[in-house]
């Protein structure tokens, strides 16, 4: 009956009773629901009867597409302010199925990485091209590499692709993994302790190879730190990565040997010894 159709079951993220009275959510969602379903309706109903252009024809479902879209993002906490944000810098958005697409996304996100239903405007807005990535081709296997072989645990996970859901989006094999095999070789940083640096810098993933095997060899070979210090060194304060070496690093290294008078020999320790010097 029309009723029944009306009826959908509460998602998880769709707040509390507390805040809005039952009959009111419920009304509004019918509400809204039943304008999608009536403009899918009117088009089967007037093509049955009149012949309407192509052109006509998928202008209305058009339409009925953009009104689903909007009520299920609204769902999930992306309302239309951000929405008209969120297609501005991914288009592509406009085109993805609510039933193929964006409910396989956000359930991989809630149930399996954890992430929580209130944190899933934020990962949208920052990266809206992860609904356009597949779960079982893209999501899962990038997931799967990040805790079986990285170590990352769930719970560090998750809040690791809050702060930067981009990290979904990298390849694991160009991308992923070659920038943390120079962590290991380079850096001498032990494998079983490369989740604590994404957990605590997750934007190192966004660091390209070779600005990383920059960083390494200015520390090893032009300031002198010991192998073993730069692990340390990197484990404890990752961030220091993204730091520049033209208008950071080297300014300051020159500050240290010319104003304080620390020599480059003794340079390394006092580095490995206070990183925050660099930071």
Known sequence: TPAQEGKQPAEPWLGSPSATPRKKVGR?????????????KGLRSVSSAVALPDEVQDEVKAIAHEEQLAQYMAEVGVPKKNLDKVLDSYPQLKHLSVIQNL??????????V??????????????????????DDKLR????YLMDEVGLPLDRLNKTIVTRPQILGCNVDRNLRPKLELLVEMAGIER????????RAPHVLGYSPSNIARFLIFLRHEIGIERERVAKLLTTSPQLLGLSMENNIRPKIRFL???????????????????????
């Not at 239903?117 to 609904?131: C, E, G, H, T």
């Not at 296997?141 to 799967?144: L, S």
């Not at 079983?192 to 957990?199: A, D, G, K, N």
């Open 141 to 144: 296997p990038t997931v799967r």
């Open 192 to 199: 079983q302790q490369l989740y604590l640096v994404i957990s």
């Open 114 to 135: 954890g992430v929580a239903p209130q944190m899933v405007r934020k990962v949208i807005v920052s990266f809206p091209q992860v609904l356009g990535l597949s779960v």
């Open 28 to 40: 509004a969602k019918k509400e809204k629901s039943g304008t999608v379903r009536g403009l899918q």
């Open 103 to 112: 409910r396989p996304t956000i359930k991989f996100l809630t149930q399996e």
């Open 257 to 279: 040997e010319e104003e304080v008078g620390i020599s480059r020999e003794a340079m390394g320790q006092v580095i490995g010894s206070f990183p925050n010097i660099l930071g």
